[in-house]
């Protein structure tokens, strides 16, 4: 019988942390959320274990959003950033920005969403409504790729303040720091919705699952921009 534990663990890297400040530049009035968990002990017989990996991404996704420590844990390594001044000249420094301490209330937020997504994914059939969720199974490649075409793209009020080849070494280093050569043992979901009460479900919303497999971590990236400005 399996016996593993899942638990939280800061994954913030200066690659990591640089991009999700560009992120919360380009979305003053919206949410940048990433955590990261560490799976360990017999995970034996299980889904983390599947030969048939990354087929059954969206089946590992759903798995691991049902476990209850994902609510329970959620608070140590949620990065809130600071809102950043207006946009500047590009500057490459790794210390741009600082996590800050996450509220008790947020993280009730990202607990309820957690198990929304959970609830969405497992009895969506069985409600009624016309809202759909469509996560999309990919790999670290085709996810920095969507990554670099988001900071290219900008936000609803800034525009990413580099060229394309400083959003394509942002979102590859941003990358390389999660999984360093493993990039073809790496599944990776994408959802463009935003699938919880987390998101400002206003002008975009975007999450990236990723699970690197050899090294069994998990890492979660929730980007939700807003053309609302902050009270």
């Known amino acids: 019988m399996a016996d593993y534990q899942i638990s939280a663990f800061d994954a913030a890297s200066p690659s990591v942390k640089k991009l999700l400040s560009t992120f919360q530049e380009l979305y003053p009035d919206g949410k940048v959320g990433f955590w990261s968990f560490q799976l360990s002990g017999d995970s034996a017989d299980t889904i983390y274990e599947d030969q048939e990996l990354p087929d059954k991404t969206l089946e590992l996704l759903e798995e691991f959003f049902?476990?209850?420590?994902v609510g329970e844990n959620c608070e140590p390594?949620?990065?809130l950033l600071d809102q950043q001044d207006e946009v500047g000249e590009w500057s490459a420094s790794d210390d741009e920005t600082e996590p800050v301490e996450m509220t008790s209330e947020f993280a009730g937020e990202i607990e309820e969403a957690l198990r929304a997504l959970n609830i969405n994914m497992e009895d969506l059939s069985a409600v009624e409504s016309d809202f759909d969720i469509h996560w999309a199974e990919s790999g670290p490649f085709v996810a920095e790729g969507v990554l670099t075409h988001l900071l290219v793209s900008g936000g609803v009020k800034d525009e990413f303040p580099g060229s394309v080849d400083?959003?394509?070494?942002?979102?590859?280093d941003f990358i390389d720091a999660l999984i360093e050569d493993r990039h073809l043992q790496a599944q990776v979901a994408i959802c463009d919705q935003a699938w919880s009460p987390w998101f400002n479900d206003d002008v975009g919303d975007f999450t990236m699952f990723l699970y690197d497999k050899l090294v069994k971590k998990f890492h979660l990236l929730c980007l939700s921009d807003s053309a609302e400005d902050q009270e």
């Open 77 to 79: 390594v949620l990065l």
């Open 166 to 172: 400083d959003a394509r070494k942002l979102t590859g």
């Open 66 to 69: 049902s476990e209850d420590f």
